[in-house]
């Protein structure tokens, strides 16, 4: 158990709509990241956050946003949701500031129907 | 541009035999990091090691060892005396010192037949 924590474990929603992954780091962690596994793409970089704040960003769509809240958890909004969108989605946490080790959680399966 | 090579998709072999995943990597970077993480089936990703490009130092963990050459930019993982639990998908990893966000390669499959 790494101690990042993500809900829902799976998720099925139809085209066009609408999801909120979540992610609470491990305790004292600053940092977060998001990170999108598919089968054609394999493991890519999304957004990162320290502190509150957007530190990083890679191939994230416009579609997609993120934010790290004030206890430090970050939602991950996906809307306009395509069938191309089905991935499982990460979401890891390190100390921050410099390079750290980053500790994964389970992930959200999102399936797009 | 940051690149992480894993040139093997798919690597079988029996139990007790020893494996090694390669990985090549591609920086202009003169620092950076660089890591391995296992994803088994269950589908969570757990750290295994990081490196840093200033110690080329092997490393050595029980039945898993690490041989890190700056010259052929290669991070190869070995695994000793291999048993079922350690079949999983393998991802090699880099970042940039001071950056953060992880580049991986494609990842190599390893089954552990008994």
């Known amino acids: 158990?790494?101690?990042?924590?993500?809900?829902?474990?799976?998720?099925?929603?139809?085209t066009g709509q609408r999801v909120?992954?979540?992610?609470?780091?491990?305790?004292?962690?600053?940092s977060v990241y998001w990170y999108q596994q598919s089968l054609d793409q394999g493991l890519q970089f999304l957004i990162q956050y320290y502190n509150g704040e957007e530190r990083a960003?890679?191939?994230?769509?416009?579609?997609?946003?993120?934010?790290?809240?004030?206890?430090?958890?970050?939602?991950?909004?996906?809307s306009s949701l395509e069938l191309g969108d089905s991935a499982l989605y990460f979401c890891a946490s390190s100390v921050g500031g410099r390079t750290y080790e980053q500790y994964f959680g389970p992930g959200?399966?999102?399936?797009?129907t | 541009a940051q690149k992480v090579t894993q040139a093997q998709t798919e690597i079988s072999v029996v139990e007790k035999e020893d494996v090694t995943l390669d990985c090549v990597y591609e920086t202009r970077d003169t620092t950076y990091y660089l890591f391995w993480y296992?994803?088994?089936?269950?589908?969570?990703?757990?750290?295994?090691?990081?490196?840093?490009?200033?110690?080329?130092?092997n490393e050595i963990?029980?039945?898993?060892?690490w041989n890190f050459q700056k010259s052929t930019s290669s991070f190869n993982f070995t695994i000793t005396a291999s048993q079922v639990v350690d079949s999983a998908v393998y991802f090699c990893a880099l970042t940039k010192g001071g950056s953060e966000k992880l580049v991986f390669g494609k990842g190599t499959k390893l089954t552990v037949n008994p």
């Open chain 1, 1 to 14: 158990d790494s101690g990042v924590t993500q809900t829902p474990k799976h998720l099925i929603t139809a």
């Open chain 1, 20 to 30: 909120t992954l979540r992610c609470s780091p491990r305790s004292g962690d600053l």
């Open chain 1, 57 to 78: 960003k890679g191939n994230i769509l416009e579609r997609f946003s993120a934010q790290q809240f004030p206890d430090l958890h970050s939602e991950l909004n996906l």
């Open chain 1, 108 to 112: 959200t399966r999102l399936t797009v």
């Open chain 2, 38 to 57: 296992k994803q088994p089936p269950s589908g969570e990703l757990v750290f295994l090691i990081r490196r840093n490009s200033f110690d080329e130092q």
């Open chain 2, 61 to 65: 963990s029980g039945r898993y060892s």
